[in-house]
């Protein structure tokens, strides 16, 4: 079955302790992004990148990482993560830079 | 950049009813994307329509890029319909294209 897995689904976690989040797609897609939705900002690009090694930053890539060291897989890292980083996490993937795209299940991180 | 507005932006029906969905954008774009979000909060997939009508099950949906507008019809509404619906087109910023999306469609469906 085609899809986008994102881990973990749910995290709670505390100011400073840095936590990854994965993404993997098995669609063999070049473009894979991350989004943030917040109530009121809808969804907001953080990195997106075009191919493996190839990264950029989105809309809001402040207090994140990523990485794209091999095709499936686009993890995102928040090396010391505060509160203003609570939010609905999604990895999407897509077969071009605009083409037909696919979203993880979302992660809700907590920053206490 | 292009602006993409979706209306109404909430919108109440008893199950069975009929709805519209419209998603306007201020430029001409080559493709249009549908998603459904759930009230668990994932995102699905509906359409992928640059132009043209298509439809998949209860759902279609109708993009005319000359007019700058696609229309989401959901027929014999079920509660399972409920959630909002965003529109997301690309725009162009510095050479680079990536989506917009709109602010949403929420719908409730009620039993």
């Known amino acids: 079955e085609a899809q986008v897995t994102q881990n973990p689904r749910y995290l709670i976690t505390v100011t400073g302790k840095k936590l990854t989040v994965t993404c993997s797609q098995n669609?063999?897609?070049?473009?894979m992004s991350w989004y943030r939705q917040d109530p009121g900002l809808g969804l907001r690009q953080i990195y997106y990148s075009m191919n493996v090694e190839v990264t950029d930053k989105g809309d809001v890539p402040e207090g994140y990482k990523v990485s794209r060291k091999e095709k499936r897989n686009f993890p995102l890292i928040l090396e010391s993560p505060s509160p203003n980083q609570t939010s609905l996490y999604f990895c999407?993937?897509?077969?071009?830079?605009?083409?037909?795209?696919?979203f993880g299940e979302g992660s809700r991180l907590t920053v206490l | 950049g292009i602006q993409v507005e979706q209306s109404p932006p909430d919108l109440i029906l008893q199950e069975g009813a009929n709805s519209t969905l419209r998603c306007n954008f201020s430029?001409?774009?080559?493709?249009l994307q549908w998603f459904h979000q759930n009230p668990w909060g994932q995102l699905i997939n509906l359409f992928y329509i640059p132009s043209g009508t298509k439809q998949n099950g209860r759902l279609s949906a109708t993009t005319v890029a000359t007019e700058r507008y696609s229309l989401l019809y959901i027929s014999s509404s079920q509660t399972t319909d409920s959630g909002v619906y965003f529109c997301?087109?690309?725009?162009?910023?510095?050479?680079?294209?990536?989506?917009?999306f709109g602010t949403g469609t929420r719908l409730t469906i009620i039993p």
């Open positions: 669609m063999n897609h070049e473009y």
């Open positions: 430029d001409s774009v080559n493709n």
């Open positions: 999407a993937s897509s077969p071009l830079l605009v083409g037909e795209l696919f």
């Open positions: 997301a087109v690309p725009i162009s910023n510095f050479g680079n294209e990536k989506l917009t």
